[in-house]
């Protein structure tokens, strides 16, 4: 499978500081802060965003070898405990968890195998492109967890694509795939 590196000219790749003050200064020249944003992202050739984004990009896809090993899914704890098993204002997402037989007890299990097969499927380009930003691109990987009683349930979780193979996970659940 064929990956590309989203490339535009001067942004680090290393997200942080220096990135962010590079694409605020070239927002003064007029560049496009959605494809400042893109840059040193990896997608697949055949599920890429847009491509050019517009009529005067300056961005570039060039290619670059992608492994399980250079890749990161990431989905910070508190996403499941303080938002998935939030009682006073999950609209529902607890309950709804508690049906199919987890708790916040496991989280911490949860979040490992979501990390797990996000990252298992980004490789595999099995993801879906959603709304690209200032921010960056968003993505919808299908998660397959088990109920208590081991049905399948597929759910959808949302992610942001960062540069250098990461992404970071922006809810566990948005819904449930029919």
Same mark, same amino acid.
């Given at each position: 499978?064929?990956?590309?590196?989203?490339?535009?000219?001067?942004?680090?790749?290393?997200?942080?500081?220096?990135?962010?003050?590079?694409?605020?200064? %070239?927002?003064?020249?007029s560049?496009?802060?959605?494809?400042?944003?893109?840059?040193?992202?990896?997608?697949?050739?055949?599920n890429?965003?847009?491509?050019?984004?517009?009529?005067? @990009?300056?961005c570039?896809? %060039?290619?670059?070898?992608?492994?399980?090993?250079? %890749?990161? !899914?990431? @989905?910070?704890?508190?996403?499941?405990?303080?938002?998935?098993?939030r009682y006073?204002?999950?609209?529902?997402?607890?309950?709804?968890?508690?049906?199919?037989?987890?708790?916040i007890?496991? !989280?911490?299990?949860?979040k490992?195998?979501?990390?797990?097969?996000?990252?298992?499927?980004?490789?595999?380009?099995?993801?879906?492109l959603?709304?690209?930003?200032?921010?960056?691109?968003?993505?919808?990987?299908?998660?397959?967890?088990?109920?208590?009683?081991?049905?399948?349930?597929?759910i959808?979780?949302?992610?942001?694509?960062?540069?250098?193979?990461?992404?970071?996970?922006?809810t566990?659940?948005?819904?449930?795939?029919?």
């Amino acid at each position: 499978m064929s990956w590309i590196k989203w490339y535009h000219y001067m942004i680090p790749d290393e997200e942080g500081a220096k990135r962010e003050m590079v694409r605020d200064k %070239l927002l003064q020249y007029s560049h496009c802060k959605k494809c400042t944003a893109l840059s040193g992202c990896y997608f697949m050739w055949n599920n890429k965003p847009t491509y050019p984004q517009h009529i005067y @990009c300056d961005c570039l896809l %060039l290619p670059v070898s992608v492994s399980y090993d250079s %890749l990161t !899914a990431y @989905c910070d704890i508190r996403k499941l405990t303080e938002y998935i098993f939030r009682y006073d204002n999950s609209r529902g997402k607890n309950y709804l968890f508690e049906d199919w037989g987890y708790n916040i007890g496991d !989280a911490e299990n949860l979040k490992e195998e979501v990390e797990r097969q996000a990252k298992e499927k980004y490789l595999s380009g099995d993801y879906r492109l959603q709304f690209a930003n200032e921010y960056g691109q968003r993505i919808t990987i299908t998660i397959v967890l088990q109920d208590r009683e081991k049905h399948d349930i597929m759910i959808k979780t949302g992610w942001l694509v960062h540069p250098l193979g990461r992404i970071t996970c922006a809810t566990p659940f948005s819904g449930a795939v029919k």
